[in-house]
């Protein structure tokens, strides 16, 4: 069974600050990862894949994550943290073959400090 | 362009009523699903529709949990007999077909089962 570990409940970073969100995966064959975030009282929104091709993917609102197999991991990153993106992230996966479903982790809270 | 809609945003439920989650894909997805968001974690599959096929109930937790999509768009997500347990935020996400393909979810359904 696939399954997804976001070992940090909160992250808490300074404003202007490099921030990391940490994501590892375990899946049978290759996976499809994602990350959503999450605002209050909203919906996830879609914030970057990686399908294949290059390791380090970029996505919306300067946020990157880097796919590295070998410790099936898939974190979140950005070189710089606003205090707006203070939100709830989920990191997902599917496998490329086979039928499975989008797996979510629990979330991680991010917390940026002004 | 129009994103994924809910109705309602918020119900509040008396124990054993039924109630009825709609949910209005993106025009031209093939691809929806239901998932169930409990406080604090993270989304957990209820069922996914091909148009109108539904191809995979496994996440349905009882069988008090139906849902329908019976012109390949609109999708109603049905709750008999509804229990404290089932309070939860319902989220319903559309996609084009292919497993690589990105979900986009609207902004849930809080349900609140008193």
């Known amino acids: 069974a696939q399954s997804v570990a976001q070992p940090e409940d909160q992250v808490n970073v300074a404003e202007g600050n490099p921030l990391t969100v940490k994501c590892t995966y375990s899946v049978s064959g290759n996976p499809y990862l994602f990350w959503y975030v999450q605002y209050p009282n909203r919906g996830l929104q879609f914030l970057l894949k990686?399908?294949?091709?290059?390791?380090l993917v970029k996505g919306s609102y300067g946020f990157e994550a880097e796919f590295n197999k070998s410790q099936t991991s898939f974190h979140l990153k950005k070189p710089s943290a606003l205090v707006s993106d203070s939100a709830l992230y989920f990191c997902a996966v599917r496998e490329v073959t086979g039928y499975s479903t989008l797996t979510f982790g629990k979330g991680t809270m991010l917390l940026v400090s002004p | 362009g129009a994103g994924v809609s809910q109705s309602p945003r918020y119900k509040v439920a008396k124990r054993g009523q039924d109630v009825a989650l709609r949910c209005d894909p993106i025009?031209?997805?093939?691809?929806l699903f239901w998932y169930q968001q409990a406080l604090g974690q993270g989304p957990e599959f209820l069922t996914y529709?091909?148009?109108?096929?539904?191809?995979?109930k496994s996440g349905l937790p009882s069988d008090r949990f139906f849902a329908e999509r019976p012109e390949g768009s609109v999708s109603t997500l049905k709750i008999q007999r509804t229990q404290q347990e089932d309070s939860a935020v319902y989220l319903c996400?559309?996609?084009?077909?292919?497993?690589?393909?990105?979900?986009?979810f609207g902004p849930g359904t809080r349900l609140l089962v008193l």
């Open positions: 529709f091909q148009n109108e096929a539904q191809l995979d």
């Open positions: 990686y399908i294949t091709g290059d390791n």
């Open positions: 996400a559309s996609s084009r077909t292919g497993r690589e393909e990105t979900q986009y």
């Open positions: 025009s031209g997805h093939v691809s």
